[in-house]
């Protein structure tokens, strides 16, 4: 079967922009939150989008599910173009794609209890009978490891990580296929983020379903991804698979990611790693050659990474790289 026959997700050249007024006499600005991006994920595959804080991630994720509406590109879920759906057709489609946001604390309505926030999906898509859908609440708790007892508690009386276990409850509520995980574990403590990222492995196997996770920490990525993508700037710098990326990158920034990469296990204690990264993230906006250059070792003073803006090519089996010069840039994993 060919990678489109059987990838549940495709993504073409996706692109969100938002333009800001900074006062009513300056010039909008356009930020390009998310700048061209594409990649396929498989079913039953975890699809890794890693990237520093302000890289476009939520705002790809947002666009993935048509929570907002991209400004270019499209989302294609199980050979159909979202962009085409009407509303109804859409609403009826989002049963089947799900997403868990980072804050636990934000997500939750704090004045609805813990049953009532599992319950609203199938309220909202009219599935079932009051009995049906407690059942399937009853059954749904179950699975994320939430005793039956915690029914009728309010979100303010559980603890971070069980909060996100009603999270994924509630995104498993309506049994989806594809579930977006944006930072799902990054708001919790060190110490309860290994379980929460188990659970998550397990749901995966008992149910069968596709990830999308959001990350920034590469450890966290390598332990927990199938293939990723490295985003930098609303672009992907970077697509392999996991094997691969961790062991041959070829692009500066993944490689200076990697030379601060913690241990790869998550719980543990990190370990400080050598930051090779100089300069701020930019945010952009407007921009030639290539994205990463004011940060870039490789290619500060190369005049072509000045003026050409690096397309994404096939540089191995499955592994794509947006850089003029890839491999220049080696640095060993501390
Ligand atoms: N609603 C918005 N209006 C204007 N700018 C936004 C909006 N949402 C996100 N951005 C900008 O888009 C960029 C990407 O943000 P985001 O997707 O939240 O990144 P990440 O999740 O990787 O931290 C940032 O520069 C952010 O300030
Ligand atoms: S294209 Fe040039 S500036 Fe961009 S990542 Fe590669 S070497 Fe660095
Ligand atoms: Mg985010």
């Given at each position: 079967m060919s990678r489109d026959q059987a990838s549940l997700l495709q993504v073409e050249a996706l692109e969100k922009r938002f333009v800001i007024r900074r006062g009513p006499w300056s010039r909008p600005l356009v930020i390009r939150?998310?700048?061209g991006v594409s990649f396929q994920v498989a079913r039953g595959e975890t699809f890794g989008l890693v990237g520093e804080s302000g890289c476009g991630k939520s705002t790809l994720a947002r666009c993935l599910l048509r929570l907002i509406e991209p400004t270019a590109g499209r989302v294609i879920f199980d050979g159909v173009?979202?962009?085409?759906?009407?509303p109804p057709e859409m609403r009826a489609l989002r049963r089947r794609m799900q997403i868990v946001f980072q804050d636990p604390f934000a997500s939750l309505d704090p004045r609805m209890s813990i049953a009532q926030i599992v319950e609203e999906p199938l309220f909202v898509h009219g599935i079932g009978s009051r009995e049906e859908r407690q059942a399937q609440v009853d059954a749904t708790l179950e699975l994320v490891g939430i005793e039956a007892t915690y029914r009728d508690r309010r979100p303010h009386e559980l603890s971070g990580g069980q909060r996100q276990r009603i999270a994924i409850a509630r995104a498993l509520v309506l049994r989806p296929e594809l579930v977006v995980l944006d930072?799902?574990?990054?708001?919790?403590d060190v110490s309860i983020q290994a379980q929460v990222l188990n659970l998550l492995r397990d749901l995966q196997e008992q149910l069968g379903l596709t990830y999308v996770f959001i990350v920034h920490d590469l450890a966290i990525a390598e332990y927990f991804c199938d293939r990723l993508a490295v985003l930098y700037l609303g672009a992907v710098m970077e697509l392999a698979g996991r094997e691969e990326l961790f062991r041959r990158p070829l692009h500066p920034y993944t490689n200076a990611l990697l030379s601060g990469?913690?241990?790869?296990?998550?719980g543990r204690r990190r370990r400080q790693g050598r930051i090779i990264l100089e300069g701020e993230v930019p945010v952009l906006t407007d921009h030639r050659g290539c994205r990463f250059r004011s940060r870039c070792p490789v290619g500060k003073d190369r005049e072509r990474c000045a003026e050409v803006e690096p397309r994404l090519e096939e540089r191995g089996p499955g592994h794509r790289v947006a850089c003029?010069?890839?491999?220049?840039l080696v640095t060993a994993r501390p």
């Open positions: 939150a998310v700048d173009d979202l962009g085409r759906l009407r930072e799902p574990i990054s708001a919790l990469v913690p241990i790869p296990e998550p003029h010069f890839p491999g220049e």
